[in-house]
């Protein structure tokens, strides 16, 4: 960090800023993230409330040592019309896969998905997990 400043920027930098500038933005980050798995409930509640046959399940671990709400664990999305596509357009197969999520959250995001009648991919449903385990 300390020779890309110097190199871009022609300015010397000690490796104390450089450590408090990463500190920072590391920080900055992390609150980020705080505030918007924050709004996961107010999502969850719109989504429910936009598409009212809908499945969202979002569970949270209990924070009951601290003032913070819980934090959140899993979060699962099915829609009720992608459900009655598969149900009556679709073949009676569907595929599961994972990705890892790489930041500083981490977790999985697995999906289900189906195969219409002209073999094109059909979402059926998504989850974020925190590993793919058997609870999850």
Not at 23 to 33: E, H, K, Q
Not at 47 to 60: F, H, M, P, Q, W
Request: charge should be positive; glycine fraction near 6%; hydrophobic fraction near 40%.
């Amino acid at each position: 960090m300390k020779a890309e400043i110097q190199k871009q920027y022609e300015i010397i930098v000690d490796l104390r800023k450089c450590r408090r500038a990463k500190s920072r933005a590391l920080n900055a980050i992390d609150g980020l993230f705080k505030k918007q798995y924050g709004l996961l409930k107010a999502y969850m509640r719109e989504l429910l409330r936009s598409n009212d046959v809908s499945t969202c399940i979002l569970k949270v671990t209990d924070q009951s040592d601290s003032s913070e709400s819980g934090v959140s664990q899993r979060f699962y999305v099915c829609f009720a019309a992608m459900k009655r596509g598969f149900a009556n357009n679709c073949r009676p197969i569907f595929g599961l896969d994972g990705c890892f999520l790489k930041h500083a959250c981490g977790g999985q995001l697995l999906s289900a998905v189906g195969r219409d009648d002209n073999n094109q991919m059909w979402p059926i449903t998504w989850a974020v997990v925190e590993a793919e385990t058997r609870s999850s």
